[in-house]
């Protein structure tokens, strides 16, 4: 209970921030766009990790008002982001299992994108594989209602769920994101190292660019780098970053 209080206060009292790590194109090492990470900062606290929070934001229905906040932010910094670094930097937002469910998400994302002036199709959608396969009658409807808007999307947390490839397809998803899980046993256990090509391979039949997570070493770099992945996210190259850092690491990298 309090716990639920607190983070219901935790937005009128200036408590969540977002930070941005940087999304980098394998080939050419070029930072293409970033995913916005919520952090809770709490006065009482301290820092509380977004897994820790949002199962009780979900719960509670204050994700909501939460994931509206994080769409709201994220879009005005991508405004300054593009004017700074480039027009087509691409911002990756990661949607809750009930916001994608809302029957308000759609109508309410067309008006953030109108307020903020950007370009839809540089907003990226992240739903995890399994809200993408629940329901999916549902899910097909929602994403198909997304795509009209002219935003693209990913599905986030690939290879820890169950997908039909049949959805997968219709989907139509521009990222696919293979989860970290996988990313940390490589390059010594074969098994995971197979597992990743197939991935990746399966993201390109299906016409999906492929993202590694959670790359940490100059290893893991080269394996996915000779098993075609297209692009990494990870301490590799970055953690997540301030609005500032990630325009000071823009500009030069
Ligand atoms: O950034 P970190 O690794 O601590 O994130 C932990 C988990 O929280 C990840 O699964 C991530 O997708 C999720 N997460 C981070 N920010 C958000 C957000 O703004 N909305 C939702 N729904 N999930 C988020
Ligand atoms: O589920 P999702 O992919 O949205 O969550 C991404 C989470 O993974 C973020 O919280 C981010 O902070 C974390 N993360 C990103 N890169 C790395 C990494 O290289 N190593 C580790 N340990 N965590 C990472
Ligand atoms: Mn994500
Ligand atoms: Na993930």
């Known amino acids: 209970i309090r716990l639920e209080e607190l983070l219901r206060s935790s937005l009128k009292n200036n408590e969540m921030n977002l930070v941005y790590q940087p999304k980098v194109s394998i080939s050419n090492r070029a930072m293409n766009g970033a995913e916005a990470l919520l952090r809770w900062n709490s006065r009482e606290l301290g820092s509380i990790s977004p897994s820790d929070f949002i199962p009780i934001a979900e719960e509670t229905g204050f994700i909501l008002e939460l994931g509206d906040w994080v769409l709201q932010q994220a879009l005005r910094d991508l405004s300054d982001f593009q004017k700074v670094l480039s027009s087509d930097f691409e911002m990756a937002v990661n949607l809750s299992a009930s916001q994608f469910h809302d029957k308000k998400l759609v109508t309410r994302i067309e008006q953030i994108i109108q307020t903020s002036q950007i370009n839809p199709s540089t907003v990226n959608l992240e739903i995890t594989e399994n809200m993408a396969m629940e329901e999916s009658n549902k899910a097909i409807d929602i994403i198909n209602h997304l795509k009209e808007l002219g935003l693209s999307l990913s599905i986030d947390d690939f290879g820890t769920g169950y997908s039909s490839y049949n959805y997968l397809k219709q989907y139509k998803a521009k990222y696919l994101k293979i989860d970290k899980s996988f990313v940390d046993e490589i390059p010594e256990d074969k098994s995971s190292g197979l597992i ?47 609005k500032e850092e990630l325009i000071a690491y823009g500009r030069t990298d």
């Open 196 to 242: 990743l090509k197939n991935i990746i391979n399966l993201g390109h039949i299906l016409n999906m660019e492929v993202i590694a997570e959670g790359v940490e070493t100059e290893d893991q770099f080269h394996f996915l780098k000779s098993s075609n992945c297209d692009i990494i996210q990870g301490y590799y190259f970055s953690k997540p970053l301030s």
